[in-house]
């Protein structure tokens, strides 16, 4: 069962176009990633489904509904967390996750059981009678997952929910995420680090400038790029790197630069490492390190943006 369906949705700002017809399908207990990198449309995606932008163009329906007609009915089945945080500093944790309980027609002793289990859940019910502005930054991400699971969602979205927090509460959250998704919570992820979405996502989809690239599952993903090699050579002085030559070697399919490493994608079947070298060297360059990429999600998404999904 498809609990969102997405078709030819567009989303204009003036001349700016910043979501591009993307149509797509996401299935009940997936978690699906959204990656691309900043300014590719994601949050803008999320904004629409969460109906807080209306679309220009296009159709989103949600558990069958069309979210145009039925946006109040809809939202409560979802449990948004958004990278920005959405907790108050002055409350405790007790009193945001009840203010959020509250917001979604939850009361009395239902709200009460729902506020200790999202505590519990995350790992805050011993200092639920802290103010949020003594929590650490991971405690904060944490507060803002009970937040948007208070209600009990059947869609979960989060929007890059681990940025800026320490390895250990990343760790826990994507612990959580895997829960959740236990549970029978359908869950739509965007995240900036492509080892969360290997660990994570059962279907990714890749999206720049609007447009989704490329999407399926991981091993589709890496099926793509299965004939190419990735490899990457650190440079001293990257700005005599001479780009053009190394276009014109044979095989050579693209080329990408991150800080002083020129990448180089190429055809698996033409062994041309001999010169790509050679013409390296011919620009006076020292070369730091040399290697083949593995086949990840990033070796995909670099192939087919040209960036990082950092940068």
Known sequence: MNVIEIKDLVKKYDDTIAVDNINLSIEEGEIYGILGPNGAGKSTIISLICSLLHPSIGEIKIL??????????????????????????????????????????????????????????????????????????????????????????KILIMDEPTVGIDPQSRNNIMQAVKKLNKKGVTIIYTTHYMEEAESLCTKVAIIDKGKIIVEGTKEELKNIVSDKKILNIGVDD???????????????????????????????????????????????????DLGFKEITLETVFLSLTGKKLRN
Do not use: W
């Open 64 to 153: 069958g509904e069309d979210i145009k007609k039925k946006s109040l009915k809809v939202k409560r089945h979802i449990g948004l967390v958004p990278q920005n945080l959405a907790v108050y500093k002055d409350f405790t944790a007790y009193e945001n996750v009840k203010f959020f309980g509250e917001l979604y027609g939850l009361r009395g002793k239902v709200l009460e059981d729902a506020i200790d289990e999202a505590l519990e859940f995350t790992g805050l019910s011993d200092v639920r009678k802290k103010k949020a502005k003594e929590y650490s930054g991971g405690m904060l991400r944490r507060l803002n997952i009970a937040c948007a699971i208070v209600h009990n969602p």
């Open 238 to 288: 990257i700005y005599k790197v001479n780009i053009e030559k190394l276009r014109n070697i044979e095989g050579v399919i693209d080329i990408s630069i991150d800080d002083n490493s020129v990448i180089i994608t190429s055809s698996k079947d033409v062994n041309n490492l001999t010169k790509i070298l050679k013409e390296i060297s011919d620009e006076s360059l020292k070369i730091n």
